[in-house]
């Protein structure tokens, strides 16, 4: 989503290959397209689910500022959007070429925390924050095995490990706003070995079915 770049790198088996990022491009086609369709906008949402939910927070300012600087009820919703590395810095500015804010907002391990810290820095009170993750990811989980120890794989320990770095990013994201909206669910994902909870709920059937505490992401999304 804010990729500029193709990156040229030599693989783990020692060949040469590209990733092509092009996402801010693609990003902005979409928008001009919206713009198009609705040159004028009362209230917006701005919703992403796994790796769409860490650019909500990174593209908030850019939709709203050039594409909608007349809307003053703006939603964020981040489904999923969790993984700790110490190299996201580099990632962001050498890897992906982004835009120049999305690299310097970058100062700790959390991805989306830094994001969405900067942007209440920038905003306060411009927009209203939501964020929903799933207890023990099971997609989320083995990712941060791979970026932390050079395997894609989970297991409960990975997942209590997860689980932990979730409590302690809603603690955070509610220090920069006790408002911001947090919903956790634990639907069981019944699919994938190491066990675990389902990766996004916000386009499945789950987006309706009920949570622990009786509510589902449909309606505690329409209440908020």
């Not at 300012?61 to 007349?70: Q, S, T």
């Not at 969405?116 to 989320?140: I, V």
Request: proline fraction near 4%.
């Amino acid at each position: 989503h804010l990729g500029r770049q193709d990156f040229d790198y030599i693989s783990e088996e020692g060949n040469p290959e590209t990733l092509h990022f092009h996402g801010h491009a693609n990003f902005r086609l979409a928008m001009d397209t919206c713009k198009t369709l609705f040159p004028e906008a009362d209230k917006i949402l701005i919703a992403g689910e796994s790796a769409g939910a860490f650019a909500v927070p990174a593209l908030a300012e850019e939709i709203a500022d050039d594409y909608y600087p007349g809307c003053k009820d703006i939603t964020l919703f981040s489904d999923s959007a969790q993984l700790l590395s110490p190299h996201w810095r580099h990632t962001v500015r050498d890897v992906w070429n982004a835009p120049e804010h999305a690299w310097k907002d970058i100062h700790g391990q959390n991805l989306t925390l830094e994001w969405y810290r900067a942007l209440y820095e920038r905003n306060p009170g411009r927009f209203r924050c939501l964020y929903a993750g799933s207890t023990r990811d099971y997609l989320l989980s083995a990712f941060y095995s791979d970026m932390k120890y050079k395997e894609y794989t989970t297991d409960y320990g990975l997942q209590k490990t997860f689980f932990k770095q979730m409590r302690t990013m809603l603690r955070h994201l509610q220090e920069l706003d006790p408002d911001f909206g947090i919903f956790v669910y634990n639907f069981f994902n019944p699919i994938a070995a190491g066990g675990g909870t389902i990766h996004t709920a916000v386009r499945t059937p789950r987006f309706t079915m009920k949570a622990e505490e009786g509510t589902s992401m449909a309606q505690w999304l329409a209440e908020c």
